[in-house]
């Protein structure tokens, strides 16, 4: 996907591939073009965002059209800062969008359907809200952009979050019935036949690419030792 700068407003990015302007995006935002078609997450098949299309990372710029099974976009990332990490689904052609944030491993960790009670887009922060007090920490993470509805479930068929009717706007903790099991599939529960797809841009915030291996040691052991902390609360 070529990024253009001339025929949005001024300062806002042009996806040619997707051919919309990315409303929220300007121009100096350092967006990641999925490559291809991103896997789904399931069994380490994934895109690793790295430093090759730059060293910093506002955003993640991709499609999903349904077509061989592209309802699921994951990504493997860095949260460098907690506080102030969030993802946003925003500009793009705008569908009913879903956000879920895994651990390397492939274990949920937060989730989130729409934004408010008038936006189908998705809002991710890094602690949830829905009473499992989960906070992510500094560390590598697998965000999956998919559609509504999307679920991930574990090996047995279990939904790893619960996001009751009702509640699309919470930022849910791992909490579904597979919520102690590690992402092994994903199910298709829209009432419409086929989950939303379309082009999106995720904005991002406390987030960078994951560093080549061995190039950032110190980062490494900063994660595994924020890994080891959450997981003795
Ligand atoms: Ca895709
Ligand atoms: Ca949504
Ligand atoms: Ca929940």
């Known amino acids: 996907m070529v990024i253009e700068r001339e025929r949005c407003a001024r300062g806002v990015l042009y996806a040619a591939g ?10 100096s935002a350092q967006a990641w073009i999925e490559v291809g078609d991103a896997g789904d997450g399931v069994g380490g098949n994934y895109q690793v965002i790295d430093n090759s299309q730059g060293a910093t990372l506002t955003a993640i710029v991709g499609n999903t059209d349904g077509d061989g099974g592209d309802f699921v976009d994951s990504y493997l990332l860095t949260i460098n800062d907690p506080i102030t990490f969030t993802a946003t689904t925003v500009g793009g052609a705008g569908f009913d969008t879903m956000l879920y944030l895994f651990d390397v491993n492939g274990f949920g960790q937060v989730a989130n359907d729409d934004v408010s009670g008038i ?63 590690v992402l092994a599939q994903w199910e298709d529960n829209s009432v419409l036949g086929s989950a939303a797809t379309g082009n999106y841009s995720v904005s991002l915030e406390g987030v960078g690419p994951v560093p080549a291996p061995g190039a950032v040691t110190l980062l490494g052991a900063t994660g595994a030792f924020a890994g080891g902390r959450r997981r003795r609360k």
């Open 119 to 181: 936006s189908v887009r998705s809002r991710l922060v890094g602690s949830s809200n829905d009473g499992t007090g989960i906070t992510v920490g500094v560390g590598t993470y697998l965000l999956a952009v998919t559609g509504f509805q999307m679920d991930p479930e574990d090996i047995l068929g279990q939904t790893i979050f619960d996001i009751p009717i009702g509640s699309a706007t919470e930022i849910s903790g791992p909490d579904g019935s597979g919520g102690g099991s």
């Open 18 to 27: 997707a051919g919309v302007c990315l409303l929220g995006l300007t121009s």
